[in-house]
């Protein structure tokens, strides 16, 4: 496996790093990280990782640059790294939400190649959903970045217009979910049960579920009408919930941030 760097070593980029050496695909030794403040890569450093404030030396040291910084980050990232990057030796490849793969190559003024690659959270655990697109010329580094981030969950390759929508649903999709298991978690405190009860209960619920689905490939509405059965508790349940917008509700959200993910990089730009 070629030497990787992730430049910007926030929440999804730790995330990343972790979940590639818990994959077994790669060592600590094999991973360079870089932040803008030494300070902040001390516990990575204690954990085996290479860490650097020094994004050129980073990339020279490397062959798969992972581009994990914020869209308002990316630009200054570009002005530092572009003067070392080769095209015979470099493949980028890009988490940052609304930069396209052809605003990438001409701020870098450079061909090579750049994979858009959208992970979540997850993949620390080893259970991201990562959306990956590349130039059709470029296929055999989308199969690169298939094969690294299928050791860390599921992938799926899209067409480059529908990444916007991925970050949506799959990286934002993390906290909605997340807000949905903690909504039901207070309502379990709320018939009865201990916060910490609550919370164990809703997550594995939600999980039997979710896997539910992914192990069988069932359709949601085939399970709910399992168990809906007439003047049911739990139809009475759904009923009040969709009477206050639930279902509206995280499509609206879904739809918002799609949107939002469409616009965020050349509002930066």
């Given at each position: 496996?070629?030497?990787?760097?992730?430049?910007?070593?926030?929440?999804?980029?730790?995330?990343?790093?972790?979940?590639?050496?818990?994959?077994?695909?790669?060592?600590?030794?094999?991973?360079?990280?870089?932040?803008?403040?030494?300070?902040?890569?001390?516990?990575?450093?204690?954990?085996?990782?290479?860490?650097?404030?020094d994004n050129k030396k980073a990339v020279n040291d490397s062959e798969i640059i992972i581009l994990a910084v914020t869209p308002q980050q990316l630009n200054a990232v570009f002005?530092?790294?572009?003067?070392?990057?080769?095209?015979?030796?470099?493949?980028?490849?890009?988490?940052?939400?609304?930069?396209?793969?052809?605003?990438?190559?001409?701020?870098?003024?450079?061909?090579?190649?750049?994979?858009?690659?959208?992970?979540?959270?997850?993949?620390?655990?080893?259970?991201?959903m990562t959306c990956i697109c590349a130039d059709k010329k470029d296929n055999e580094y989308a199969e690169l970045a298939i094969k690294i981030f299928d050791s860390v969950g599921?992938?799926?390759?899209?067409?480059?217009?529908?990444?916007?929508?991925?970050?949506?649903?799959?990286?934002?999709?993390?906290?909605?979910?997340?807000?949905?298991?903690?909504?039901?978690?207070?309502?379990?405190?709320?018939?009865?049960?201990?916060?910490?009860?609550?919370?164990?209960?809703?997550?594995?619920?939600?999980?039997?579920?979710?896997?539910?689905?992914?192990?069988?490939?069932?359709?949601?509405?085939?399970?709910?009408?399992?168990?809906t059965t007439p003047q049911g508790i739990t139809i009475s349940g759904l009923n009040q919930m969709e009477h206050n917008g639930f279902s509206s509700s995280m499509i609206k959200?879904?739809?918002?941030?799609?949107?939002?993910?469409?616009?965020?990089?050349?509002?930066?730009?």
């Open positions: 496996m070629k030497k990787i760097s992730i430049i910007g070593c926030g929440n999804i980029g730790s995330a990343i790093a972790n979940g590639l050496v818990k994959s077994n695909n790669y060592k600590h030794s094999e991973i360079i990280l870089t932040r803008r403040r030494s300070q902040d890569l001390e516990p990575y450093i204690e954990s085996g990782f290479i860490g650097l404030t002005e530092d790294i572009k003067s070392v990057l080769d095209p015979n030796k470099h493949i980028i490849m890009s988490v940052v939400s609304g930069a396209s793969i052809k605003q990438i190559k001409d701020h870098l003024e450079l061909d090579l190649p750049v994979v858009r690659v959208m992970p979540n959270t997850a993949i620390a655990i080893q259970e991201s599921k992938t799926i390759q899209i067409n480059e217009e529908l990444m916007g929508a991925a970050t949506a649903l799959c990286a934002c999709g993390t906290a909605f979910f997340l807000r949905a298991v903690r909504a039901a978690s207070q309502g379990g405190i709320e018939i009865g049960f201990h916060s910490h009860e609550a919370l164990v209960m809703a997550a594995q619920t939600a999980k039997g579920a979710a896997s539910m689905l992914l192990k069988e490939g069932k359709h949601p509405e085939r399970e709910i009408d399992k168990v959200g879904i739809v918002t941030a799609s949107e939002k993910a469409e616009k965020i990089y050349s509002n930066n730009d």
